[in-house]
């Protein structure tokens, strides 16, 4: 029987060398980190940035967060200052982006900026997506491996799901640990949050004072659109009206077992649901469910960034 999951890899020998000569080649592959799975390629190579918009049918403004692996990589490319060094040594590696001004000596790809002055950088703490990138000479730019504006992918199986023999190679590297996307931070003047993540205001308060943007403002990072990280299913916020192809999101210890209820956390845990969330989201869909009906979500913590991709999703 053929193997339909040819292109998925298993992180050995065999797969990093795979995904490196791809890279090099200025193609895109799919690869894990700690909060979604990404579609990785050269952020210095206009091809490359090219093939993952065009894969992803992804809008041109809407710019690409370029991951590295250590501070000593992004000199040249992003302009430093204070606050950024003490949210480094804080959280990195780790689920939090910066959007910091571009070094006019920078490689990177205009396109992949969507012809912006700022760069939007990550340093992932997933062990793949760290030894990958020691290996290569250039960061990656990595979007979420999902089609634009869809739920972002969790486990190797969803990337396939989405773009199937169009990626040449997969990496498996599990179910990604966190769950969602990562924090996003604005650091070129004030410093605001653009997109909230498992790295919540409170603990970024604690080092330096920050703002959470609630209006609309110019797009300078994943997340801001509308609609974002829709199932392709209605979703309905704070309803639970009941019928036979009605799914419904729970979260808590109050709700019984149900086959139409998916609760994202029984235990009542922020950081359990987020895991969960793009997981179940995905489920229902697939199991020919025709509309998600979302309970109350606590917005605190972990819950302000369920709320928003709930929010968003429901556009």
Do not use: Q, W
């Amino acid at each position: 029987m053929k193997n339909i999951y040819s292109n998925i890899y298993s992180f050995n020998k065999k797969g990093l060398n795979k995904t490196i000569k791809n890279l090099n080649n200025e193609n895109i592959v799919g690869l894990p980190t700690e909060t979604v799975y990404g579609l990785a390629g050269n952020a210095y190579s206009i091809r490359a940035i090219n093939k993952i918009f065009k894969l992803k049918k992804r809008p041109k403004k809407n710019p690409l967060i370029i991951h590295y692996n250590s501070i000593k990589d992004i000199r040249n490319d992003v302009l430093l200052n204070n606050n950024f060094f003490k949210l480094y040594k804080k959280f990195c590696p780790g689920p939090l982006t910066f959007i910091l001004k571009k070094n006019k000596k920078s490689k990177i790809t205009s396109s992949a900026l969507a012809n912006l002055n700022t760069v939007a950088i990550r340093f992932p703490s997933n062990r793949i997506i760290k030894t990958i990138l020691k290996f290569i000479e250039f960061p990656l730019a990595m979007p979420s491996a999902n089609l634009s504006s869809g739920l972002s992918p969790v486990c190797a199986l969803d990337v396939f799901e989405e773009f199937k023999k169009k990626l040449k190679i997969i990496i498996n590297g599990g179910k990604s640990k966190i769950g969602i996307e990562s924090t996003v931070i604005d650091l070129t003047s004030k410093p605001k949050i653009l997109r909230p993540g498992i790295i919540g205001a409170n603990e970024i308060n604690k080092i330096l004072k920050i703002n959470l943007v609630k209006k609309r403002s110019k797009i300078k990072s994943p997340g801001m659109l509308k609609k974002h990280y829709s199932p392709g299913i209605p979703v309905i916020i704070g309803k639970m009206k009941k019928g036979p192809s009605h799914a419904f999101i729970v979260f808590g210890k109050k709700y019984k077992n149900s086959n139409n209820y998916f609760n994202l956390s029984k235990k009542a845990d922020l950081k359990e649901a987020a895991s969960n969330l793009y997981k179940i989201m995905r489920k229902i869909k697939k199991d020919g469910y025709k509309k998600i009906f979302v309970g109350k979500i606590p917005n605190i913590g972990p819950g302000i960034a369920i709320n928003d991709r709930l929010k968003r999703a429901s556009k």
